[in-house]
């Protein structure tokens, strides 16, 4: 029979989303399904929300795109998001980090954290990290994307030495490690919505020969056959310039 501790230690390590706020509050969840904007919407009280002021954000929006009825069109959006028909709202969003909330994901190989601006989604990020201390529980972890609205500066942490000194406020760190000095600095990444699913995700960091995609016109290729061969929506490469290797990352879909 399993301990308390290792219950609580594999639920750590496993996927995990939700919101955080700079003051360190947290609502999270392990169902995958359970979209952001869900979260908000059924429990509203939990983010200093309430139904009727929800219903105000978007009729709000539909106002500003001249709808004809903007508060019927507002009824009609929060009845969908609730079901899951509509799985974001960027009014909602954006309300919410102005307010200090930032959303978060975290799995076994990949993590994110998106705010308003740098100072409150670092705050968040601290909040997160004394609670699931993601490159300690995760040994897979890869890749940490921390992304802000204002500005919009996407910041890709690849090691848990820069994510520490990152919250502590210190420069990333300037060593290249002994393996990096023997391979291209720079390689590509594929990202995109597979068939069937609604969330972004890491698609491919290697070719069909299962090496590192060091060529912006390879992954151009890689990215143009998961988009007529699989179904991928929304396709898109990222650059990076790391010092790990994220080959295992995820699942390649040749091999």
């Known amino acids: 029979m399993k301990s308390f501790k290792q219950h609580i230690t594999e639920a750590s390590t496993g996927f995990v989303k939700g919101w955080v706020h700079k003051s360190g509050k947290i609502v999270d969840t392990t169902d995958f399904n359970n979209y952001h904007i869900m979260q908000v919407v059924n429990k509203p009280s939990k983010f200093g929300l309430t139904e009727k002021k929800i219903l105000k954000i978007l009729e709000d929006s539909y106002e500003d795109m001249s709808a004809p009825d903007p508060k019927k069109e507002a009824e009609a959006s929060l009845a969908m998001i609730r079901r899951g028909v509509e799985d974001n709202n960027v009014y909602i969003e954006e309300y919410l980090q102005k307010k200090g909330w930032c959303m978060f994901v975290i799995d076994k190989t990949h993590g994110s954290i998106s ?19 993601p490159f300690e529980t995760r040994k897979g972890l890869k890749l940490f994307e921390v992304k802000t609205v204002k500005p919009f500066k996407p910041k890709y942490i690849t090691n848990k030495y820069d994510w520490y000194d990152w919250l502590k406020g210190k420069k990333q760190r300037k060593y290249v490690s002994p393996m990096a000095q023997f391979r291209e600095s720079v390689e590509y990444v594929i990202w995109g919505i597979p068939p069937k699913d609604k969330d972004e995700t890491l698609l491919l960091t290697t070719g069909k020969d299962g090496k590192r995609i060091t060529k912006k016109s390879d992954a151009m290729k ?8 699989h179904g991928v929506k929304k396709a ?17 879909p040749f091999g």
């Open 236 to 252: 898109r490469i990222q650059e990076l310039d790391v010092e790990v290797d994220p080959s295992d990352m995820f699942r390649n």
């Open 115 to 133: 705010g308003w601006d740098a100072r409150s989604t670092k705050s968040a990020a601290k909040a997160l990290d004394d609670e699931y201390l």
């Open 222 to 229: 890689l990215l143009k056959f998961l988009v007529t061969k």
